[in-house]
């Protein structure tokens, strides 16, 4: 049997990421989505702590970290067979009913904790699945010259969304409790949807079109701002049940036909487990990729301990109070901020590679150094420096995941990254904390700072890596 593909339109370029009424409304989506994700874990942990005790409170607002942890390499399977689109359209939609189902509960009884820990269980199944496809469809929205640009879009509304989604999520608990927070949540996550419906789908090139030893410079072989468009219904823009052109990342990969001029091959098909399979070989035959993980794993796994439980432990120690540790916090995250800016307005920075390891060595040393200072002011200034540089690092890493990556691996690679990031990274907070207890914060931080410079010591020490520049 043989699969034959409808051709996709093509629609000339649309420009500067930020003036694409494509990319616009994907941001929109995103942004809706992670405002919603802020007010819904406000509502989780007020409605926790009303119901149980603080350590039962601590255990449903863990507990999703595991399924999100054991199956995101599976997440990414479905990311790349079905398409990120798909997935996250039908992940949101899972989200909102799940928890508007919560809220309407809680509005005419009290179910307990269980409810509680079963919906956060709900939130990581599923986040092990959405969380790959969301780093997997900037690639599918907008040009590989503009994903830089995107990089820097997709942190500032991060930060918008952190920034908004906790007074939110306050604002529904002051005004009916949990329950109102909880319904407030799936209103926003609902929003998504439609503007997710409304996005459309480029082209995606055929698995292995990229040199998957170097980079993935000759996947792209669509022209700038091409789409696929297809038949009302298919969300990735080809017939039902028929991936995409180019697209070997579903059920079967497409094989040619008669109408190729050539004659017809048996389709071959892929499972799941193979999938993750090549996936994983060709994330460790990629000269850029593989290194540029383990970048990735070293700057986190030295950045989330200092930075969350230990800057508190931190500002108890030197007598900050709650209102210095507010302050450095917040300088953090505005340089954090002016990073994802300064991607988003310029587009690109020459010498990628090189410039995210430097900025990853120097946020480092920060690290290191906001043990040492003595007072608020020079910590603001000290978490200013640090959200600039590991902020800069974390886009510009992010930014050559995503060029660099075939797109039909795109959510793999995005998973396994995540599982890092989301998994194991969280794992040195109780040892963060540990730790500040044996030996106290200076020299815990300072091994914080080695274990995150490592991460550009790599990077530069990686030919490959150090000389990967972003698209222009």
Do not use: K
């Not at 080695?450 to 020490?461: E, H, R, T």
């Amino acid at each position: 049997m043989t699969t034959t593909v409808i051709p996709p339109a093509v629609r000339p370029p649309a420009g500067p990421a930020h003036r694409d009424g494509n990319v616009l409304r994907w941001l929109g989506a995103y942004t809706a989505s992670m405002i919603g994700d802020n007010v819904f874990y406000i509502a989780l942990s007020w409605a926790a702590v009303r119901s149980g005790t603080p350590s039962q409170a601590g255990l449903v607002m863990a507990v999703s970290a595991v399924p999100r942890a054991l199956l995101m390499l599976g997440g990414g399977v479905v990311a790349d067979r079905f398409g990120p689109r798909r997935v996250v359209i039908g992940s949101d939609a899972v989200r909102c009913a799940a928890v508007l189902t919560v809220a309407a509960l809680l509005f005419v009884a009290h179910p307990g904790l269980w409810l509680l820990a079963l919906l956060a269980v709900v939130f990581g199944i599923v986040d092990a699945v959405f969380m790959p496809a969301v780093g997997a469809l900037p690639a599918r929205v907008t040009g590989r010259d503009q994903l830089a640009r995107v990089q820097g879009m997709r942190g500032l509304a991060v930060r918008f969304a952190n920034v908004v989604g906790a007074p939110l999520g306050g604002l529904g608990v002051a005004l009916g409790g949990s329950a109102t927070a909880f319904a407030l949540a799936g209103l926003l996550i609902a929003v998504s949807v439609p503007l997710l419906i409304s996005v459309r789908m480029r082209e995606t090139p055929p698995a292995g079109g990229a040199n998957t030893a170097n980079t993935a410079d000759a996947a792209n072989t669509a022209p700038a701002g091409a789409e696929a468009v297809g038949p009302p219904g298919d969300p990735d823009g080809s017939p039902d049940g028929v991936p995409a052109r180019g697209d070997a990342s579903g059920p079967h990969a497409r094989v040619p036909d008669a109408e190729d001029g050539a004659a017809a091959v048996p389709e071959r098909p892929a499972t799941a487990w193979r999938d993750l399979r090549d996936g994983l070989r060709y994330i460790r035959g990629h000269r850029v990729l593989a290194p540029l993980i383990v970048t990735i794993a070293l700057g986190d796994l030295g950045f989330v301990g200092p930075l969350n439980v230990g800057l508190a432990l931190l500002a108890d120690r030197r007598g900050w109070g709650a209102s210095g540790m507010g302050l450095v916090v917040a300088a953090f995250g505005a340089g954090a901020g002016a990073a994802a800016l300064l991607l988003a307005w310029r587009g690109t920075l020459p010498r990628a590679g090189s410039a995210g390891a430097a900025a990853l060595l120097g946020g480092s040393v920060a690290i290191g150094a906001l043990a040492q200072v003595p007072g608020v002011g020079a910590a603001v200034g000290v978490a200013l420096a640090i959200g600039l540089l590991a902020g800069l690092s974390g886009a510009l890493c992010g930014a050559l995941l995503q060029t660099q990556s075939d797109p039909a691996y795109l959510g793999r690679v995005t998973a396994v990254a995540g599982i890092v990031s989301l998994g194991l990274a969280p794992l040195s907070m109780p040892l963060t904390a540990a730790a500040i207890g044996w030996w106290g914060t200076g020299p815990v931080f300072a091994g914080s700072a080695v274990v995150c410079g490592l991460g550009g010591v790599v990077a530069l020490a990686v030919r490959d890596l150090r000389r990967a520049e972003l698209p222009r």
